[in-house]
């Protein structure tokens, strides 16, 4: 109850009623305004009620046009596709995104809060990043889980395989490079929806979309790891893999019908094998970044 409609009641008889009670009822409607200004102050300081709401069913946290105020203060780049609900855990989580700035976890766990969606309650994809050791005796590959895994979303892992199953291009002594790798099932705009492939009709150019995913969402998925890794590595692509099973930690490469491998076996550097001109790369995942065919 707010002061506009408890006032009268605090007020003696003669006061509670006619042009006294309307000067009571002014004063009130006041008091509530300032009221809710100063608890809508109050919540500005909160980016993220983490589903703490008020006795009114007010959620405890700032205004959406809040949220970029609180990016910049805590240097938290905020990028144009991300939805709310990813901008408000990400702020809310700001010390420990810092605390682990520059790191392969760090980069995955800034990634993964983007796909929760409008609503807050998307799927989280797993996430992996690996690279090879300056030797090349191993592989190391950095997981963080996501909704389809067991015991859901969030679990970080590395494992280290050796011998190494990620040999790129055959050039081991490139240690700071790391791939990043986004698993897409159960995203509705990474998914296989409206996928165009070759030579089934569609015109070049025709509006729909190559891969089944816009420019927007590359753009910001790419940036997000690029914005968070160390100054000393090098983020050498970003990989779409549509099926769980693929880019398995302790797996062996298995080398497919079609001249393709699982894994990179020193072959993946070129999109075409020169000798048997036949695709290298896993046909089950879609590079959206590349540094070595931009």
């Known amino acids: 109850m707010g002061f506009a409609e408890s ?30 200004r100063s608890f809508l102050g109050r919540l500005a300081a909160l980016p993220y009620a983490g589903g703490t709401k008020t ?23 905020i990028f144009p596709s991300e939805p709310i609900p990813a901008q408000r855990v990400l702020l809310s989580q700001w010390h420990q995104l810092h605390a682990r700035r520059a790191t392969h976890r760090g980069e995955i766990e ?14 989280l994809p797993r ?8 030797d090349g005796d191993g592989a190391t590959w950095h997981t963080l889980s996501g ?33 990043g790798i986004v698993y897409t099932t159960g995203i509705p705009f990474l998914g296989e929806a409206g996928i165009s492939h070759w030579d089934d009709g569609h015109l070049w150019d025709g509006g729909q979309v190559w891969d089944g995913v816009t420019r927007p969402y ?8 690029l914005s968070w890794h160390s100054a000393h590595s090098q983020c050498a692509g970003v990989i779409l893999a549509s099926d769980l099973a ?33 695709p290298t790369r896993l046909q089950t995942a879609t590079w959206i970044y590349d540094r070595y065919y931009q």
Request: glycine share 12%.
């Open 218 to 225: 590359v753009d910001d998925i790419v940036g997000m790891f």
């Open 127 to 134: 996430i992996r990043i690996v690279h090879q050791d300056g």
């Open 55 to 77: 006795a009114g069913g007010l959620l405890m946290q700032c205004e959406p046009d809040v949220l970029v105020h609180h990016a910049r203060d805590r240097q938290i780049p």
């Open 7 to 36: 006032l009268r009641g605090f007020a003696p008889w003669y006061m509670a009623s006619g042009r006294m009670g309307i000067l009571l009822d002014s004063v009130g409607q006041m008091l509530d305004g300032l009221a809710e």
């Open 147 to 179: 909704s389809y895994d067991p015991g859901g979303a969030g679990i970080y892992s590395i494992h280290r395989q050796e011998p190494s199953n990620w040999d790129f291009d055959g050039d081991a002594p490139k240690w700071s490079r790391w791939w």
């Open 246 to 278: 693929s880019f398995d930690p302790t797996a062996t490469a298995i080398t497919f019908p079609d001249g393709t491998t699982s894994l990179p076996v020193g072959n993946w550097g070129q999109l075409v094998d020169p000798v048997t001109w036949l």
């Open 110 to 123: 800034r990634v993964q809060p983007y796909f929760l969606g409008a609503d807050g309650l998307g799927v």
